[in-house]
């Protein structure tokens, strides 16, 4: 079965970095494009980034756009995201999924804490 698992999270100073990780199992990598998104609690879910099954084409909210970068390592059916220059508004549950946007997406992770505070 589809098995997404998000890892990476904890607690950042602003400014700081932290990379996220999401192993995937039960499908074809590959073959799929991954996303992230992210939750703040009373919220709405917010789309973070999106990469293509191979990996050549990649997109990002404007909120993060130059800050966050989106990889994916398909002989270790590994999906990432590094996260720099942090900021307090970054603070949230960071959800890997499978597919670009959001209303693509049909499997999603746990979801993995980022908290930025000093």
């Known amino acids: 079965q589809v098995q997404l698992v998000d890892s990476g999270g904890g607690l950042a100073q602003p400014g700081g970095s932290l990379r996220l990780s999401c192993a995937a199992s039960?499908?074809?990598?590959?073959?799929?494009?991954m996303g992230w998104a992210r939750q703040v609690p009373g919220k709405g879910l917010e789309w973070v980034s999106g990469i293509s099954g191979d990996g050549s084409n990649s997109d990002y909210a404007d909120s993060v756009k130059g800050r966050f970068t989106i990889s994916r390592d398909n002989a270790k059916n590994t999906l990432y995201l590094q996260m720099n220059s942090l900021k307090p508004e970054d603070t949230a549950l960071y959800f890997c999924?499978?597919?670009?946007?959001?209303?693509?997406?049909?499997?999603w992770g746990q979801g993995t804490q980022v908290t930025v505070s000093s």
């Open positions: 039960g499908f074809t990598f590959s073959s799929y494009a």
């Open positions: 999924a499978r597919g670009f946007f959001i209303n693509e997406y049909d499997y």
